[in-house]
């Protein structure tokens, strides 16, 4: 679906660096959800948020930043780069509500070299 | 704590033979569960959820609440059925999800 689209798709860096990873939704979703997807572990979330400047940590957080200065737009962000961050990265959005599902992006792969 | 698991890792199966993809679960309450599909290269997608007893692409899954678990079936497996399959958890408050570790389905020739 065109409705939340992540970029960069791939992505390259160094240790010590910061990146920031994009995703925008175009539904007007009140929640957005950052993963990491790594094997043996499934998707395990960092960052989620309610609303607009509305945010809280997951089960992974350490290392991360997110901000949420408007509705469709969740941008994460690595403050200084580890081996360990090297992962596939999705963001999802889902609207408020019992029976309401997560709408995932295409996904961001990210080396730390 | 809420927590899903999923017992295989990797399980082959060949065409036209039964599947079923173990999920069980923990978690004081009336959760909602699903399964997400993510096949090569794609996006994660919902396959199906408990509340709409649905079946798609020939898939089930029927919530046990006594034995807490969410196992996904399909008698007759394809070779377009190959992919990764998450077990997902729903509070029943908030919108956050709890995934397990996923099941990798090979459909053999």
């Known amino acids: 679906d065109a409705g939340i689209t992540q970029s960069p798709r791939y992505k390259i860096t160094e240790t010590g660096r910061q990146v920031t990873l994009m995703c925008h939704q175009t539904?007007?979703?009140?929640?957005m959800f950052w993963y990491r997807q790594d094997l043996g572990h499934g998707l395990r979330l960092i960052y989620y948020?309610?609303?607009?400047?509305?945010?809280d940590k997951g089960e992974v957080p350490d290392g991360y930043v997110v901000s949420r200065s408007k509705t469709e737009n969740f941008p994460l962000t690595l403050e200084s780069a580890t081996r360990s961050q090297t992962s596939v990265y999705f963001c999802?959005?889902?609207?408020?509500?019992?029976?309401?599902?997560?709408?995932f992006g295409a996904g961001t792969r990210l080396s730390v070299l | 704590a809420q927590r899903v698991t999923q017992p295989e890792k990797l399980l082959s199966v060949f065409k036209g033979a039964p599947v079923e993809l173990k999920c069980n679960y923990s978690?004081?309450?009336?959760?909602?569960l699903f399964w997400y599909v993510q096949y090569s290269r794609q996006r994660l997608q919902l396959l199906l959820r408990?509340?709409s007893r649905e079946s798609i692409k020939g898939f089930t899954a029927d919530l046990n609440k006594g034995e807490t678990s969410f196992h996904l079936k399909k008698p007759f497996a394809q070779e377009e059925d190959s992919a990764m399959y998450y077990c997902a958890l729903k509070h029943n408050y908030g919108q956050n999800f709890v995934f397990g570790p996923g099941t990798r389905l090979s459909v053999l020739p």
């Open positions: 978690y004081s309450g009336s959760p909602e």
């Open positions: 999802a959005s889902s609207a408020s509500g019992r029976g309401n599902i997560q709408y």
């Open positions: 539904w007007s979703h009140s929640y």
């Open positions: 408990h509340i």
């Open positions: 948020s309610a609303a607009a400047d509305i945010t």
